[in-house]
């Protein structure tokens, strides 16, 4: 029967086996090599395509079953202010999340049915919603209540067809 030093040493050799493995893994991450132009472009197009794929949404009554898009209300991502989420809302009653208010949105305004918080889907209204207020700096809580983010020739997303389309 082992006695309690060959136990703590058993122990201690298998947490330096395991530290081992983890700083290998570590290791693995640390040497990952920088992406090469050819994939951040990729990854910019990736990018891209999410905020595009927003932006069709933002302008479709397909979220809703009234007719209306968020567009409608909110064009070019106006008033929207994502910049300012996590904050109190008193549409969702707690601190919430702009996934959670865009989802209000879809639920009362539009009568629509919640999209799921990961779904692509969501991801694209948040990408369209974040692409319009690109170079706003983040303020967290801030209760903005503005107008419309200047599209047209400002920093928003380019507009090709007038905000609420
Ligand atoms: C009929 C008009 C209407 C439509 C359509 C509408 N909204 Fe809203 N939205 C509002 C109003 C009103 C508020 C402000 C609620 C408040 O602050 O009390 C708001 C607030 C928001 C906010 C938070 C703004 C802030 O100040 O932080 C977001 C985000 C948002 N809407 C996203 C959307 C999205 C996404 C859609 C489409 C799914 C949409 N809205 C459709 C009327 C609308």
Redesign the pocket.
């Known amino acids: 029967m082992k006695n309690i030093h060959e136990f703590a040493t058993f122990k201690n050799a298998s947490s330096a086996a395991c530290a081992v493995v983890v700083l290998v893994a570590m290791g693995s991450v640390n040497a990952k090599t920088p992406p090469t132009s050819a994939e951040l472009e990729d990854q910019k197009n990736m990018l891209m395509s999410a905020v595009k794929r927003g932006d069709d949404l933002?302008h479709s009554a397909k979220?809703?079953s009234n007719g209306?898009?968020?567009g409608?209300?909110?064009p070019d991502g106006s008033?929207?202010?994502?910049h300012?989420?996590p904050?109190y809302?008193?549409?969702l009653g707690k601190v919430g999340t702009?996934r959670e208010?865009?989802n209000w949105?879809?639920s009362v305004?539009?009568v629509?049915t919640p999209l799921a918080l990961d779904s692509d889907e969501m991801i694209a209204?948040e990408a369209y919603?974040m692409y319009t207020h690109r170079g706003v700096a983040i303020a967290p809580a801030k209760?903005?209540?503005h107008g419309g983010t200047p599209v047209v020739s400002g920093p928003g997303y380019p507009n090709a067809h007038g905000g609420n389309r």
């Open positions: 933002w979220l809703g209306l898009a968020c409608n209300c909110h008033a929207t202010n994502p300012t989420w904050k809302q008193s549409n702009l208010m865009i949105c879809i305004p539009l629509g209204m919603t209760d903005e209540q």
